[in-house]
């Protein structure tokens, strides 16, 4: 009889409470795995982005076409970032140090060592060069997310939580 009380109170300690490790990787896995947009315009430029979600870890491809169609390649962008799940759909992203940047057609090439683009001169084609986030490595960004089945509609902002999402293409990803 005198166990009684402290098996109780192990009782509901070990099976009636939920610690936030396991919150935390609950709603980590639904975001786990590779997402990918539809070729989307802007600017008389197509893009493609792609975030993939393992861990904690944020990788983010995006691609850049020098068409409307994503048929013509103009440069690549590879980004490592962290993330945490919040409440409520909410993800905040920290910005890596460095990406890796890859000019994919002679235009960028020539583009990229006029301008200096990172900093760097010597660009080559197909050749991937370290980049720096400078003063923006370690900022935090807001994101609010939605799921849908296979569908992911994800607004972010780098000053204020997000609080509605514009379901736009190049917000809208699809599961691969």
Same mark, same amino acid.
């Given at each position: 009889?005198?166990?009684?009380?402290?098996?109780?109170i192990? %009782?509901?300690?070990?099976? !009636?409470?939920? /610690? &936030? $490790? &396991?919150?935390?990787?609950s709603?980590?896995?639904?975001?786990?795995?590779?997402?990918?947009? *539809?070729?989307?315009?802007? &600017?008389?430029? =197509?893009?493609?982005?792609?975030?993939? #979600?393992? !861990?904690?870890?944020?990788? @983010?491809t995006?691609?850049?076409?020098?068409?409307?169609?994503?048929?013509?390649d103009?440069?690549? @962008?590879?980004?490592?970032?962290?993330?945490?799940?919040? &409440?409520?759909?909410?993800?905040?992203?920290?910005?890596?140090?460095?990406?890796?940047?890859?000019?994919?057609? /002679? =235009? *960028?090439?020539?583009?990229?060592?006029?301008?200096?683009?990172?900093d760097?001169?010597?660009w080559?084609?197909?050749?991937?060069?370290?980049?720096?986030?400078? $003063?923006?490595?370690? *900022?935090?960004?807001?994101?609010?997310?939605?799921? %849908?089945?296979?569908?992911?509609?994800? $607004?972010?902002?780098?000053?204020?939580?997000?609080?509605?999402?514009?379901?736009?293409?190049?917000?809208? #990803?699809?599961?691969?």
């Amino acid at each position: 009889m005198k166990y009684i009380i402290p098996i109780i109170i192990l %009782s509901f300690f070990l099976f !009636g409470c939920k /610690d &936030d $490790e &396991d919150e935390t990787t609950s709603s980590t896995t639904e975001l786990e795995g590779t997402w990918k947009t *539809a070729c989307y315009t802007e &600017d008389n430029n =197509s893009f493609i982005f792609t975030p993939t #979600f393992a !861990g904690n870890v944020l990788t @983010i491809t995006d691609e850049k076409h020098s068409d409307t169609s994503c048929a013509t390649d103009y440069r690549l @962008i590879e980004e490592s970032h962290t993330f945490a799940m919040g &409440d409520g759909g909410k993800v905040t992203i920290t910005l890596g140090s460095t990406f890796q940047r890859t000019p994919q057609s /002679d =235009s *960028a090439v020539s583009s990229y060592n006029t301008n200096n683009k990172c900093d760097t001169s010597g660009w080559e084609l197909n050749t991937a060069k370290t980049c720096s986030f400078g $003063e923006d490595a370690g *900022a935090t960004i807001y994101c609010l997310y939605e799921l %849908s089945g296979t569908t992911l509609y994800m $607004e972010c902002n780098n000053s204020a939580q997000p609080t509605s999402i514009d379901k736009g293409a190049r917000n809208t #990803f699809t599961k691969q």
